[in-house]
């Protein structure tokens, strides 16, 4: 089964710091432009050659990974990684790159060897970053190893160690539920089960050196999160942006549609006018502000507010043109959509939250 495309947060794409000398100089040149095709088709020609010296082996096994052909990519990455033999940051690299195609693939445990060697030689920062960044986000380094891992139809969770006391039959089974009923509205999901990462609190993950918690990368299937956060926040970001695909991401669309679809029973307007009223030197809210710059307002407002405004678009404007909506989430592209009632609907959101 072909794994989400690695981006972003497992792939971390390298600058190539060290001065490089040698065949692969041109190589690295069309990689930093995202020409792969070209990368692969001149480094085999240089190995063909007798050229193929480390640095044109990882160059082609990047170029192959990069471009989704993981098992062709393993070829020269592990070429490039037994051509190292002092360990530089070409082995280091190697290594990172070797993880990600095993996983790809499929093989957790080969990607975790590759990602803990190029952990432990820390050749390089970059490297390095990388290769803990991997094993933490896909719960593969030590630290997991007493976690229990639990599988359900829609969810791979990973339980943490800390949660003697959770009820994970039940913690999955609402998930599940969860689940159903956002894949329903929105028309779709992924296609593979979601790794559903579960820690006991934010502590715990700043142990670990994670982001703040939680967090959804839907282009990696992936879900960090405490235990006590809401049901369907996070899972909506993934099932949301499978269903739809959007190609324009925004801010307050993005968040608030989370928000409205967390499967809470809160009143989304009383929530924001809570959130406003505590607090302190907020002036009066643009939606269309807002929109344009999702930094306005600190997030304990800002979530709120944007849960309520999609509550609010959906229920005047309804589920179709919503989803129509959602593959773009531009303001430009609202109004196409909703035309001039849009301008209405938001005058009048921006009222009511000043009003309670």
Sequence with gaps: M?????????????????????????????????????????????INTGQGSAQVQLAVGRALTDSGHYAEAIIFLEGAASGDRDHTWVYAWAQVYL??????????????????????????????????????AFGLAERFDSWQRFRTEHFSFLFSDRLTNLDRPDFARRRE????????????????????????????????????????????????????QTVGHEMTHIISNHALNPAVRNGLVNEGT?????????????????????????????????????????????????GAWIARLIAKGGRELFLEFFTDQSLAHAREVYGEDLAGWMRDFEADLRSG
Aim: hydrophobic fraction near 45%; charge should be negative; include cysteine.
């Design 258 to 306: 989370a928000v409205r679809f967390d499967q809470t029973d809160r009143d989304r307007m009383e929530t924001a006018r809570k959130a406003l009223a505590e607090a302190a030197g907020i002036p009066a809210v643009s939606l269309a502000a807002l929109w344009e710059d999702w930094s306005l307002l600190p997030t304990d407002v800002s979530y709120p507010v944007a």
């Design 99 to 136: 993880g990600s195609c095993h996983w790809q693939l499929g093989d957790n445990q080969r990607a975790r060897r590759a990602w803990i060697i190029a952990r432990d030689v820390a050749a390089t920062r970059n490297a390095t970053r990388s290769a803990v960044g991997n094993l933490n």
């Design 2 to 46: 072909v794994r989400i495309l690695i981006a972003g947060l497992i792939l971390a794409l390298a600058t190539i710091a060290v001065a490089q000398q040698g065949p692969a100089d041109s190589l690295w040149n069309l990689y930093k432009q995202g020409r792969f095709d070209e990368v692969v088709t001149q480094g085999k020609a240089l």
């Design 177 to 228: 539920e969860a689940y159903d009923i956002i894949s329903t509205w929105f028309g779709g999901g992924p296609d593979e089960p979601i790794l559903f990462v579960v820690w006991a609190d934010q502590t715990e993950a700043d142990e670990a050196g994670m982001p703040t918690l939680g967090f959804a990368r839907p282009e990696l299937n992936l879900v960090h999160c405490r235990v006590q």
